[in-house]
């Protein structure tokens, strides 16, 4: 059966206490209130709620399904319950505006709390999560009537939000949107469809406040001509009650992979005439509010990858001491499993990933925090630079992993893993999408290396990988063993990265398609390097904590982690390096092998 999902606490609480450490967050005039013990109680109060009421319906709400009837949408058994306890809790407003009954806590203190949900139940989790993204379009951009109006019953979880970009013929390049708005007095009249949209319709709350894409009569082609409107499914009367139906229908939700609870909508608007829609900011500024919001919604994919893998780690763990098969060399008797090598092997790459991924996750998280609050302008500014560079690698290097690590979780199941029941194949279906939605993987490398490398002539990552040598000289001076290996086997990738930058500056400039072939690996070759680092300094004060206290487990098993990933992980670097660097040969290889498709 699958195994019910338990916060990992220790490594949350290092992570953000000792990693990042939240000190340099609650040290902001903003979060001066949010002591440590609040922090702390906010996440055990947090794994509560996971364990106890969204995990128990993971599965059961996987099995179960959405199911669709005359325009109507109805979740799984327990999931409305769970939505309600979820609300009523104020768990959705926590990172919210103060100013809309928010609880203003930093992203820093979300992000675990919502890798928690995630873990927990990520179809269940979508929701909040994509009314987080309408709520954070209306607050920067809309009028302050329609903040007023919109704002309160998003933020309490009253209603719920979506966000409809997507057409037929309109996915990663939303330049493409063909949805309609005609000007109709103080409205729009909006009709178009769109698909995949989630949450589109469901028996979560009494209204839907859909956030959608369309392009009025006289718009621009191409990017610059979308704006983004407001469309409720029930219209709003001026003191906020609820009024006529709208004209927008959930016409179908499609069979899916993974994410089975979780409804995915085919939305039609303006079947009657047209949806009532309200324009949001400026004309045609749209796709450019959107791309303002994208980094949050971007980190909180990345982290469902990271939540994901914990979760498929637990499932694989719990299995792995309780499955008893073949022999041990150099024991009598049965053992579980977990006693063979190649089993600790592939457990070790789900644990040291997944704790390379959250580290990584958290600090993203933390240069966001930084880069609204911190009162100083240069620091806000170079913040906002680390979070750009550092948000596709959360996006697209974590979910990535996801999979793998999902994919290891059945491999340490066995047959038992391709079999729905022990739960370890939802994991691995769930987390199929991650690496799709919110920017496939291929949009992300290409973002890595175009905006955020190649735009500033690689001068925030050439910063970035400076900062990462201090920890090399850190664990350079250490008399453990362990740490001079980690500081070697780093010094190495980081060379290798640094080269590989430099190649693709040059080749951008005379071999675009080259440097193009090496976007995927570099991005791959980052995320691994970055979780290096992050894990080498979590060693490194592991290592600290060994001194007072030699028999310490949790930092005993960080430092293991730290070698381990050295070993496994982090040597795979320089071959990545290889391959970018092989760029122009690769990218012939690639136009002479396709040849016949490319004609
Ligand atoms: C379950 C689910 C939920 C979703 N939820 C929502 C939602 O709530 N709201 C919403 O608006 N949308 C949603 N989507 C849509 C999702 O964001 C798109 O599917 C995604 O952006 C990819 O677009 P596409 O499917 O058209 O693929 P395409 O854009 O056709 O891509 C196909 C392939 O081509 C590659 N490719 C395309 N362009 C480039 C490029 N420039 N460089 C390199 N490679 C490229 C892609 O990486 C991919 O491998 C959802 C989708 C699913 C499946």
Redesign the pocket.
């Known amino acids: 059966m699958p195994v019910d999902y338990r916060a990992p606490l220790a490594d949350m609480q290092f992570i953000l206490h000792e990693l990042i450490p939240f000190s340099t967050i609650n040290s902001l005039p903003a979060y001066q209130e949010v002591s440590d013990d609040l922090v702390n109680t906010i996440l055990e109060e947090a794994s509560k709620f996971a364990g106890e009421v969204l995990s128990p319906l993971n599965w059961s709400g996987d099995q179960e399904g959405c199911s669709f009837a005359e325009g109507e949408v109805r979740t799984p058994q327990g999931f409305k319950g769970a939505y309600q306890q979820y609300i009523e809790a104020g768990w959705i407003s926590l990172a919210a505006n103060v100013d809309f009954g928010g609880q203003g806590l930093p992203l820093t203190l979300a992000t675990p709390v919502n890798e928690m949900w995630h873990s927990a139940n990520m179809a269940f989790m ?1 929701c909040p999560m ?1 009314t987080a993204g309408a709520i954070e379009a209306i607050e920067h951009h809309a009028s302050a009537e329609q903040q007023a109006l919109y704002l309160p019953p998003l933020v309490s979880g009253q209603w719920a939000g ?5 057409e037929p013929s ?4 939303l330049s493409a949107v063909s949805s309609k708005a005609i000007p109709n007095g103080d409205h729009y009249l909006i009709s178009g469809t ?7 319709e469901h028996d979560f709350t009494e209204n839907i406040v859909h956030l959608v ?1 369309a392009r009025l009569p006289d718009a621009p082609p191409g990017v610059k001509g979308i704006s983004l409107f407001i469309v409720p499914k029930f219209l709003v009367n001026a003191d906020g009650s609820l009024g006529k139906r709208n004209d927008v229908h959930c016409v179908s939700i ?1 069979h ?1 992979l993974g ?1 089975h609870a ?1 409804p ?1 909508a085919v939305m039609s608007f303006g079947e009657a005439g047209g949806a009532v829609g309200f324009l949001v900011g400026e004309a045609n500024r749209g796709l450019e509010y959107m791309f303002t919001m994208m980094n949050n919604a971007r980190l909180a994919v990345g982290l469902e990858g990271v939540a994901i893998a914990e979760r498929a780690y637990q499932q694989a763990a719990q299995y792995a001491q309780e499955r008893v098969q073949g022999k041990i060399p150099q024991t009598t008797g049965k053992l579980p499993i977990l006693h063979h090598a190649d089993v600790q092997r592939m457990l070790m790459l789900m644990k040291t990933q997944t704790e390379a991924m959250r580290s990584l996750a958290y600090l993203a998280a933390a240069h966001s925090d930084l880069a609204q609050q911190h009162p100083d302008g240069a620091t806000r500014e170079a913040s906002q630079k680390r979070v750009d560079l550092l948000t596709p690698i959360v996006k697209a290097w974590s979910t990535e992993q996801a999979i793998e690590i999902a994919s290891l979780g059945v491999q340490v199941h066995g047959g038992m893993g391709y079999i729905e029941e022990t739960g370890a194949a939802q994991h691995l279906r769930d987390a199929r ?1 991650t690496t ?8 992300q ?2 973002d890595l290396l175009g905006r955020k490398i190649i735009r500033d002539d690689g001068q925030e990552v050439k910063k970035l990988i400076k900062e990462m040598q201090t920890t090399i000289e850190a664990l350079a001076k250490s008399s453990l063993a362990e740490l001079q290996i980690i500081a070697g086997e780093l010094d190495k990738a980081l060379h290798a990265l640094e080269g590989a930058v430099d190649w693709l500056l040059k080749a951008h400039a005379n071999n675009p398609q080259a440097a ?1 072939a090496g ?1 995927y690996p570099l991005l791959k070759c980052f995320g691994i390097v970055c979780g290096g680092w992050l894990l080498a300094k979590s060693a490194d004060i592991a290592a600290t904590k060994l001194q007072t206290n030699p028999e310490d487990r949790f930092a005993q098993q960080k430092i293991a982690s730290a070698i381990f990933y050295t070993h496994e992980v982090l040597s795979q670097a320089p071959g990545l390096v290889a391959t970018i660097c092989s760029g122009e040969s690769v990218a012939k290889a690639m136009r002479d092998g396709l040849a016949d498709l490319l004609h």
């Open positions: 979508l994509l979506t966000m409809n970009l997507t309109a996915g990663s390049d769109k698909i995949f949209i989630t949450y589109g894409l499609e899916k994410i979780s995915t999408i799709i939605y919110e920017g496939t993987t291929g949009i490398a290409g193009l976007a």
